[in-house]
């Protein structure tokens, strides 16, 4: 998981009638998943980049189309992070070193081969989406279960896109 140096998360007062305490933990889970869906988002630029075969444009267009909605997802976990006052770990560097999903197949090109690496990706994406709306509901944070619950239903459609290619084959 995510966390700022001194455990830090929290480093800005707001008028959020949620606790200190709360909104830490909310920053740390809330970072932590936007480590995994920066990581998400760069495999599926990596998918859309080398997929080939038959299927290309298609799968090519997909990957783009994916890949754009993971960048609102961010965009929304980072800037509720900072709406608690937390600070978002949003780099590059800082998603390689908390992403819990595993590094893309480096070797992975042909079209139905990427399409069930990333859909193995946005599965276990989902799965730690639909924990933290479980967590932030139980802490008492509402905004952050809903928040958790749109993105929850944006991956699984997404994840239906894609495994649509490789069911019943």
């Known amino acids: 998981m995510a966390k700022a140096k001194n455990n830090k998360t929290v480093r800005f007062s707001t008028r959020m009638d949620l606790g200190k305490s709360v909104r830490a933990e909310m920053a740390n889970l809330l970072n932590a998943r936007l480590a995994d869906v920066s990581d998400l988002y760069s ?19 997909l990957f783009d189309d994916l ?10 976990i980072a800037e509720r992070v900072t709406a608690m006052g937390g600070v978002a770990l949003g780099t590059v560097r800082m998603a390689a ?11 992975a090109f042909e079209g139905m081969a990427v399409v069930a690496a990333l859909s193995d990706r946005y599965a276990a994406f989902g ?8 967590t932030a509901d139980q802490a008492g944070d509402k905004d952050t279960a809903d928040l958790f619950t749109e993105v929850s239903r944006g991956v699984d459609k997404n994840l239906w896109f894609l495994e649509a290619h490789i069911q019943g084959s």
């Open 97 to 107: 070193a908390a992403s819990s999903l595993p590094e893309f197949p480096a070797d």
């Open 67 to 76: 890949a754009a909605e993971l960048l609102d997802h961010a965009d929304m």
């Open 127 to 134: 799965a730690s989406v639909r924990a933290a709306i479980d």
């Open 43 to 61: 495999q599926t630029k990596q998918a859309h980049w080398n997929v080939k075969g038959a299927q290309f444009i298609a799968l090519h267009e």
